[in-house]
């Protein structure tokens, strides 16, 4: 079944302890991007990815950092989480954005809460 | 980096009934897109249009898109308490999606 995998889906955290959200996608999709979900704000782009070793900032990288290793996976990585990154996070793969490969699969979304 | 704006931002509507929603912007597309989200769930793509088509239809959906007025429209025909869920439009060009901030629909059964 082709599919975005994020992990871990629940996470409560302290500021300061540095965490890794996974995501790995099974479809050999070369665009794979991070979002953020917050109320009022919609969906804001943290950081993207074109292809393996290829990544860029989104809208909202601040204490954020990515790696694309391999093609199929795209971690979300916090350093030194604060409280204003309590958030909803969805990662999301396509096989481009042109004309015709711009559709997006997004995975089920991490609720992640900084205390 | 511009983003669609939708409206209504909440449209609640009796079961049965057509919902409309629209989606507004400034900037040049290559496609807009459609995507439905269950409370709290991940986004799932509804419907693409490009840039040079001008209506297109999938089931009870029905998107039109004018380039001219930069805005396009989601159509839900017969609409189902199922559909209770919140609506964004995306805009595709040469940069990555970007996310309007969602119709919240409501269906009444």
């Known amino acids: 079944e082709a599919q975005v995998t994020q992990n871990p889906r629940y996470l409560i955290t302290v500021t300061g302890k540095k965490l890794t959200v996974t995501c790995s996608q099974n479809?050999?999709?070369?665009?794979m991007s991070w979002y953020r979900q917050d109320p009022g704000l919609g969906l804001r782009q943290i950081y993207y990815?074109?292809?393996?070793?290829?990544?860029d900032k989104g809208d909202v990288p601040e204490g954020y950092k990515v790696s694309r290793k391999e093609k199929r996976n795209f971690p979300l990585i916090l350093e030194s989480p604060s409280p204003n990154q309590t958030s909803l996070y969805f990662c999301?793969?396509?096989?481009?954005?042109?004309?015709?490969?711009?559709?997006?699969?997004f995975g089920e979304g991490s609720r992640l809460t900084v205390l | 980096s511009q983003q669609g704006e939708e409206d209504p931002q909440a449209l609640s509507i009796q079961e049965g009934e057509n919902a409309t929603m629209n989606c507004s912007y400034k900037?040049?597309?290559?496609?807009l897109q459609w995507y439905r989200q269950n409370s709290g769930r991940g986004l799932v793509h509804l419907i693409l249009?490009?840039?040079?088509?001008r209506e297109k239809h999938s089931g009870r959906l029905r998107v039109t898109l004018d380039t001219s007025k930069k805005s396009s429209s989601l159509l839900i025909t017969a609409s189902r308490a199922a559909d209770t869920a919140s609506y964004f439009c995306?805009?595709?060009?040469?940069?990555?999606?970007?996310f309007g901030k969602g119709t919240r629909l409501s269906v009444i059964a």
């Open positions: 999301a793969s396509s096989l481009g954005y042109s004309l015709n490969t711009g559709e997006l699969f």
């Open positions: 249009i490009r840039s040079n088509e």
């Open positions: 479809m050999n999709h070369e665009y």
């Open positions: 995306a805009l595709g060009g040469n940069t990555p999606l970007v």
């Open positions: 900037t040049s597309i290559n496609n």
């Open positions: 990815s074109m292809n393996v070793e290829v990544t």
